[in-house]
């Protein structure tokens, strides 16, 4: 495909309000509905279960990407997935907190990321599709903050809803709306036409096919590969928050704050900023610079006094 030109590239930040829902969904499942239920009396175990189903679909999402890139234009599957995700997240939030309810819970949420991921990778093809060369940086960097932004929407604001609304429903079907909002995003995206769109299924998922053998035996692919099993970089340390808070005497509304709506902006901001660095310097030297950043933020924390300041500080730091 031909390079596009600044007057039919998508801008970066429309990327960040079309993926809130993605991040939105995670947020209010990973914090909210999890805090629901480990309050209702759920077992711990069966709390951490349902929030690892939600990662299968991201996991086989590339068994019906070639579905989604061959047949609908990507705004329809956006809205699809737009429309389903609503909808999960509001069954979510309306379904009582109970065991009981775990194993239709457990349904829901399968079903909802299944359509969250069909949002997502719409969103990543009219990034990596609809944006100019010299651009990209950026637009990673607002897709990124509205991922995480969306996030803390979810997990931060959606938990402050279930305990202040007058029914714990509320909360879903506010952020369910906020996710059929995000579709007016959509007006703004400049979606080109891509070559293999015009193929049918079994064509695309052969190219699928000589696509990751051909990474896969490239340099660049090794580099890939090796990077996705190393930590560097992948702010693992932050799903760690809650469980160290004990140690640095941090309570619970802190915990609550530093890891909802105030992470989710920080890391919104700094996505942004990354973004615009990434324009400007090598990207594989700005993925290193940035990890090392980190990990200096993770030892700094490990060697500072443990009081609840300097956790609430860290943790900001590193998001």
Known sequence: MSSLSASRSTHPVVFLFLIVPFGMMAGFLGVAVAYLLSQAGVPTEQVAALVALSYVPHTWK???????????????WYLIGAVLSAIG????GALPPTTENI????????????????????????MAYGTSEEAKGRAAGWFQAGNLGGSGLG??????????????????????????????????????????????????????????????????GYLGLLICFLPIGTGAASNLWSAIAGDWHASADAV?????ALSGLVSAGGCVVGGYLC???????????????????????AAAPRTQEMYVVFVMLYA
Not at 89 to 92: E, F, L, N, P, S
Not at 158 to 185: D, E, F, P, R, Y
Not at 210 to 218: F, N
Request: aromatic share 8%; net charge positive.
């Open 62 to 76: 590339f068994l019906w990407a070639p579905v989604a890139d061959t047949t609908l234009t990507r705004k329809r």
């Open 89 to 92: 997240i509001y069954a979510t």
């Open 103 to 126: 194993p239709l819970l457990s349904v829901i949420v399968v079903v909802s990321n299944v359509a969250s991921t069909l949002l997502g990778m719409a969103v990543e093809s009219l």
């Open 155 to 220: 997990g931060g604001a959606g938990l402050w809803m279930a305990q202040h609304l007058a029914s714990s429903w509320m909360a879903g079907a506010v952020l369910a709306g906020v996710t059929l909002l995000c579709c007016i995003g959509l007006l703004f995206a400049f979606e080109p036409k891509v070559e293999h769109a015009v193929h049918g299924i079994r064509d695309r998922i052969l190219d699928v096919l000589r696509d990751l053998w051909a990474v896969a035996r490239s340099r660049t």
């Open 256 to 260: 609550a704050a530093v890891n909802g």
């Open 279 to 301: 324009d400007r310097l090598d990207r594989k030297f700005g993925y290193a610079l940035f990890g090392v950043v980190m990990a200096a933020c993770a030892v700094g924390m």
